[in-house]
């Protein structure tokens, strides 16, 4: 175990310093050790505290495990900026060539950012931290080579366009850029510990930042400013606004059995209405008249797990207003810069309604539940 841990740290110091350095054994015997960025160094250390607060043991070991994810994490997001600068300098160009190269590159660093360690939070599964983050290190290789090889290209870029400001350069304090892009503090950098590069520009966030989705689970659906999320690895332009929406709906076997009652009618029955908050339909054969009529009666959600990697970015809970029976189906962010942001949510539902037979009639109930997480990122397209 002890001559896996130390072929981890050589392999990632080399990454870091993007320079491979021989084998693990030169490593540990040249005591190589990760080249850290101020921000990289303040996150962890400020991870550190807050595990030990929580009572959890951080050995050297995990403290460089640590030092080094946080660095991987910065370099992505850093390397991400540079590309997308280099991607408005070929599109003025009109080259084609560089600005395929630059869009398969970006894509390879969000499925990185993706299969890195969430970022560090006060969850349930604190005591889990160090072993995503030790699991992440183990697998780690495919990473590593793709952002040497980007960093290569960088280079290459950056003989084309050496104007191009990089990604933790003090930005110019003319024409209102304030912080730094990937830095330890600022509205631009998504602070020290988040965010996937892009700022603001006079207090505002820049236009070509996007809410793009890293990952979603469950039975309930998302909306981005009430576009539904298909699929993972899905953006929705931001177009410059400094706020936006993501609202939930949970969908249970009610909810279903509406939105699929068209294409399931049962033979002599008529669909009075069916949506997302009701369904009514009508039964005729021969002698025999029925109907049935749901309504949503309460609907309420409970956020949790929420995590915002940037302090300068804010939820709120609030209700969409889609139906009076709603509540807290919606979280509406106001924000300067980029940020990564995850959570996990409940939704329960109560239906009510009414049975209409040749025996009579009678008042019906029925409840349903749904859940499912989402993480996305602000960050430039």
């Known amino acids: 175990m002890k001559s896996t841990v130390w072929m981890v740290r050589g392999l990632t110091a080399a990454l870091i310093s993007s320079v491979l350095i021989g084998t693990p054994q030169f490593a540990r015997s040249q005591g190589v050790a990760p080249i850290l960025s101020e921000a990289a160094a303040v996150a ?17 070991e995990d403290m460089k495990a640590i030092e080094v994810t946080e660095q991987h994490r910065l370099d992505v997001k850093n390397i991400y900026v540079d590309l997308s600068h280099y991607q408005a300098a070929y599109q003025k160009d009109g080259n ?14 969000r499925l990185i950012q993706r299969n890195l360690p969430a ?62 892009t990937g830095g330890t503090s600022g509205s631009g950098s998504g602070g020290k510990t988040g965010g996937s590069g892009g700022g ?14 890293i990952h979603k689970t469950g039975d ?23 706020t936006f929406t993501v609202r939930v709906l949970a969908i249970g076997a009610r909810r279903k059995q509406s939105r699929e009652f068209i294409a399931n009618v049962p033979d002599h029955t008529t669909a009075l209405e069916h949506d997302d908050y009701g369904l009514g339909y009508e039964t005729r054969s021969g002698t025999f008249t029925g109907s049935t009529h749901w309504k949503v009666d309460q609907e ?24 009076k029976a709603v509540k807290d189906d919606t979280l509406e962010f106001r924000y300067q810069g980029a940020f990564t942001f995850k959570a996990s949510v409940q939704g329960t539902v109560k239906w009510k309604g009414r049975s209409q037979r040749p025996a009579g009639v009678r008042d019906i109930t029925s409840d349903d539940s749904a859940s499912g997480s989402i993480e996305f990122s602000v960050s430039p397209k």
């Not at 400020?46 to 951080?58: G, P, T």
């Not at 309420?300 to 139906?323: F, L, P």
């Open 300 to 323: 309420s959600y409970v956020w949790s797990g929420t995590h915002i990697s940037n302090s300068s970015a804010q939820s709120t809970t609030t209700s969409s207003g889609k139906n």
């Open 96 to 109: 084609q060539a560089r600005l395929q190269e630059i869009a398969h590159e970006k894509e390879e660093l």
């Open 200 to 213: 603001s520009v006079n207090g505002q966030p820049d236009k070509n930042l996007e809410v793009y989705i």
């Open 44 to 60: 962890a250390e400020k991870i550190q505290e807050r595990l030990r607060a929580a009572m959890i043991n951080v050995t050297p």
């Open 220 to 242: 309930c659906e998302f909306y981005i400013n009430d576009q539904k999320v298909e699929n993972e690895r899905q953006g929705f332009a931001l177009n410059g606004q400094s």
């Open 119 to 180: 970022e560090f939070s006060n969850s349930p599964f604190l005591p889990r931290y160090m072993e995503s983050i030790r699991s992440y290190l183990k697998d780690s290789t495919k990473s590593q080579e793709w952002i040497k090889r980007t960093k290569g290209q960088e280079k290459i870029y950056r003989m084309d366009h050496p104007e191009v400001p990089l990604a933790g350069e003090k930005a110019a304090t003319k024409g209102g850029e304030t912080g730094k």
